[in-house]
């Protein structure tokens, strides 16, 4: 068995992470950095693979390759600091992956594609990532993501106007703080942002939930019961939509995040259901 990790997760203790797998199983061992090795090439591998690291080895091994051969197992050991994946899915020790990374919704931000492992934040959760990243860049230290939504909720970020599209239908918004779309649950290393989603929905419904409408001071006040999801009891200014084809335009640029990786100046971003891709598929299947 070969262990793929990350020695950057886990605020670079990613091997000392992988070594705990030692504990899990008897099969030998064999470890490696995920970087030295395209992803291409690590699922030719004849041996049963495990990565290890966070969210974010998970979507690069997803975005990396066209498709993974059904036949081709690989488990997966968290070892990073938002785990949102793991939270989601509610399991530990060695995970089996392959049901989690099968029929994936699809985004195209600023003219790339993506597919999406647990959701994309758009607003001010994009606005925190964006800030984060500056931050890393000048310092090794510790990003305080709470003390940057606090800042931006109170002076820094600009709420824009939003124009969501849902399965044909159109909605209109003002002041939109949130407006993320969602295949798991959680993300932003916590916030449960739609608690009914379900990523392995059988229809494969995604979810675009927004947050609009109230001021800086009520705005902060109910931002912690994002944690918990209980900020959807809040209807004055929380809604959630399910569907398969969403489009989410702001009246300005913004920051977005997909998986945890930042994208500036944002105007607006798609994300089909994988059951809009495989409806279309088998249209062109069935005019060819």
Known sequence: MIVYYNPLAANKKGLEYAEKIKELTDEKLEFKDVRETPYSEILKSEEKIVLCGGDGTISRLINSVDEIPDDKEIYYFPAGTGNDF?????????????????????????????????????????????????????????????????????????????????????????????????????????MCVTPNQDRLNPERKITVAIWHTAGRIKTLTRFSSIFNGEHIKYTDMFETIEGYDVEVRFDRPTPLQVDGETVSGVESYTMKSAAVSKNTENKQETTV
Request: with cysteine.
């Open 86 to 190: 793991l939270r989601d899915i509610g399991k530990d020790g060695l995970i089996l992956l392959n049901p989690y990374i099968k029929d994936l919704p699809v985004a195209q931000i600023k003219g790339k594609t993506y597919k999406v492992l647990n959701g994309i934040g758009y607003g001010v959760d994009g606005y925190c990532c964006e800030q984060g990243d500056i931050l890393r860049a000048k310092s090794d230290k510790p990003v305080n993501y709470t003390a940057i939504a606090i800042k931006g909720v109170l002076f820094n970020f600009k709420p824009a106007n939003a124009v969501i599209t849902v399965d044909g239908k159109k909605y209109e918004y003002k002041k939109v703080w949130l407006a993320p779309t969602m295949n798991g649950r959680y993300y932003g290393g916590g």
